[in-house]
């Protein structure tokens, strides 16, 4: 879980920069349903008891999830960070549907991380081995955070992007005044308002 690495660190910096957590709360997406239902997909069709049963389903859930999840970045490129996370996701997706629903994954990737050059479980899972047929090998998961670190796994390019994006994502709104972090900025008041009401206009009268 890569992720979860940028995320602490977004908040770290953000707050380091005298930003609010609070602040994220005021956040509104659009479409934000579409994405939640996105990733639990993910979560459920990945899970154990699960992944044993998908049988041919499987690859084109994935690829229907990961298409849901981008279409909401795209839909939310007005908030910092989304452009970038939209790209990894883009090039995640490049690599899923070029090789038939699954993330190339390297051989040696696994053999870094595992010590074993094969995946390390024979139900469905969203990562194929690489082969010489593979296309796009290099946006699959060719790098590797190893062990000892938490959540040691193999990832991707587009992973790495879709982290640091939500990372500025973090920083940018939690630095941002409450009025304003949702992405629209405040009318600013008119003269008129600033005069206030003109004379013969009612209004509260003097004493």
Request: hydrophobic letters at 55%.
């Amino acid at each position: 879980m890569l992720l979860l690495y940028f995320i602490a660190a977004g908040l770290l910096v953000g707050k380091l920069a005298g930003g609010r957590i609070a602040a994220l709360a005021d956040v509104k997406f659009h479409w934000w349903g579409l994405a939640l239902a996105g990733l639990m997909l993910q979560a459920v069709l990945f899970a154990p008891p699960v992944a044993a049963q998908v049988g041919t389903a499987g690859p084109a859930l994935y690829v229907a999830s990961t298409v849901a999840v981008l279409a909401v970045l795209l839909r939310n490129l007005g908030f910092m960070g989304m452009p970038v996370m939209a790209v990894g996701a883009g090039l995640n997706l490049l690599a899923i549907a070029s090789n038939g629903g699954y993330m190339p994954s390297s051989p040696g990737a696994w053999q870094a991380l595992n010590g074993v050059a094969a995946l390390p479980t024979t139900a469905f899972t969203n990562s194929a081995l690489a082969t010489a047929a593979t296309a796009f090998t290099y946006l699959g998961d060719v790098l590797v955070l190893p062990r000892p670190f938490p959540f040691a796994n193999i990832f991707s390019f587009g992973d790495m992007l879709i982290g640091v994006g939500a990372a500025l994502f973090l920083v940018w709104t939690m630095r941002r005044p409450i009025a304003v972090s949702n992405g629209f900025e405040p009318s600013a008041p008119t003269g008129e308002a600033l005069r206030g009401p003109r004379a013969g206009q009612h209004g509260s009268s003097a004493p």
